[in-house]
């Protein structure tokens, strides 16, 4: 295990970020092969977690335990980003060291060994179990399923011009394993979200895959970003309206009562209207913009969560 030195930084995290500022620096390797610098991808890996909770406190009654499940599920997120960050990294280390954006990244920088990432892998995933294990048991049987998903997705760009697909279906299994958690059911409410997420990551990833397109194509790497090029905007457009769609049939399908309506209904408007805002500023040559869209992202799931969990709340 190397020990860089103290001024050493990821290209693509954030400046000024807290792990390059107030991390001790024998832990920043090990934070940034998590991507702790950059927790945009642990919001957005959570705030579907956060949906689940709402729509079930609206399909059922809120109770207790939801508080304990919000926990835990931003506990998960934390740990289980973390893991899934490093076996991306582990599985993605030749093409990282090649890509002028990585190539700073813990492992082709050599700031960790190849077997201490695997190491640190263990224990993200040890820890994230213990957290799992304290919810009831469908929720645990459907956390172990997602793992299938977490290890597969590395792979995907390798065989399909559609990775986005399997990254929204490993980030938005949250709703299911949320819902779930709270009475130990599923319901078509939360299928429905769980396909609305999978569209608005098909959103948002396409817009950050924009930022390695030239270098994805001098390595061979595939992506939404390289397959629709010039008519981008056409599908952002597509995946834009069809997450609306299907969220607003999530709602629909938990019989809300007007006040709940209301409210979701708010929700829903401003998380339609913040995937507008994000098309009109599109601009693919522009890669601080890229960035900075796909990070606001984020305010766009916490506002419908807000608004789900004070739906649920009435």
Not at 51 to 74: F, Q, S
């Amino acid at each position: 295990m190397q020990r860089p030195a103290p001024t050493q930084t990821v290209l693509d995290a954030p400046r000024g970020n807290w792990v390059d500022q107030r991390a001790p620096a024998s832990w920043r390797p090990w934070l940034r092969l998590s991507r702790a610098d950059r927790p945009i991808g642990t919001w957005l890996l959570l705030l579907p977690c956060w949906w689940g909770v709402g729509l079930a406190m609206i399909v059922d009654r809120p109770r207790w335990i939801d508080l304990w499940i919000v926990v835990v599920c931003a506990l998960g997120a934390i740990l289980m980003r973390g893991a899934g960050c490093t076996w991306n990294d582990i599985t993605d280390r030749e093409f990282d060291a090649r890509v002028a954006r990585t190539r700073s990244r813990p492992l082709p920088s050599g700031q960790v060994t190849l077997r201490g990432a695997y190491g640190w892998l263990a224990v993200q995933m040890a820890l994230g179990a213990l957290a799992l294990f304290t919810l009831n048991a469908a929720a645990v049987l459907l956390g172990i399923a997602s793992l299938a998903l977490v290890a597969v997705y590395p792979f995907a760009k390798r065989f399909t011009w559609w990775p986005q697909v399997f990254l929204g279906l490993a980030f938005n299994w949250g709703v299911l394993l949320a819902f779930a958690a709270h009475g130990g059911t599923l319901h078509p409410a939360a299928v429905l979200a769980y396909a609305a997420g999978i569209s608005w990551t098909l959103f948002y990833d396409t817009i950050y895959a924009h930022q390695d397109t030239e270098d994805d194509a001098l390595i061979g790497v595939k992506s939404t970003a390289r397959l629709f090029g010039a008519a981008t905007p056409r599908w952002l457009l597509t995946f834009a309206a069809t997450a609306v769609l299907l969220l607003g049939l999530a709602l629909a399908a938990t019989r809300p009562t007007p006040a709940q309506a209301g409210l979701a209904t708010l929700g829903l408007a401003g998380f339609a209207a913040h995937l507008w805002w994000q098309m009109r500023r599109f601009d693919p040559d522009d890669n601080d913009r890229l960035l900075a869209l796909f990070r606001s992202n984020r305010d766009a799931g916490l506002w419908v969560a807000l608004c789900l969990a004070l739906a649920g709340l009435v």
